[in-house]
């Protein structure tokens, strides 16, 4: 029951960053729709999945004890890409581009989640998703420099993210 309702209140949060609002109606919208989501991921991984080996008490706390960091950051990854932009609209012309982003073996919980934060940050959009390969195609306001941005990539991926989403 808790990790079902920390599930709910992880969503309705990524759906406030994402609306940039915390009005009551949006936060009421956020909850129902989390609740939407957990319900439908609970039916479809009972009816498509074996029952995973339950994990223990402390890899569990051990990963929610990640959630401030993953939430902080997303937040510090939302307003540096946003000055990116305005930087780029206020004089500085952008080198936009593609780049590969490799992610290696995760599991499709990391993989949705990494391709959700860097969906929010304003300046990079996801193309596609690999998961064969094990790489993310993400558009960048700054190519330029293609290692530079896949080490900034999984620098952030493994400091933010990692812990809470192995």
Avoid at 14 to 37: F, Q
Avoid at 49 to 66: I, Q, V
Avoid at 83 to 109: F, K, N
Wanted: glycine share 10%; with cysteine; net charge positive.
């Amino acid at each position: 029951m808790i990790g079902i309702l920390l599930r709910v209140v992880a969503l309705t949060g990524l759906y406030l960053l994402v609306v940039s609002s915390t009005k009551l109606g949006d936060i009421a919208t956020g909850v129902v729709l989390a609740s939407l989501v957990v319900a439908v991921g609970r039916r479809h991984r009972r009816t498509s999945a074996p029952t995973p080996a339950p994990t223990s008490t402390r890899a569990t706390l051990r990963r929610l004890a990640g959630v401030p960091t993953l939430i902080g950051g997303t937040v510090v990854d939302v307003v540096t890409g946003s000055a990116d932009v305005i930087r780029c609209c206020l004089g500085r012309p952008p080198d936009p581009g593609l780049v590969w982003l490799p992610t290696g073996p995760t599991s499709p919980s990391s993989f949705a989640a990494w391709g959700i934060r860097l969906g929010i940050t304003p300046n990079t959009v996801v193309v596609e998703v690999d998961e064969e390969r094990g790489a993310v195609l993400v558009h960048v306001l700054d190519a330029h420099d293609p290692e530079t941005v896949r080490d900034e990539q999984m620098a952030s991926y493994r400091s933010r993210q990692q812990r809470v989403f192995p």
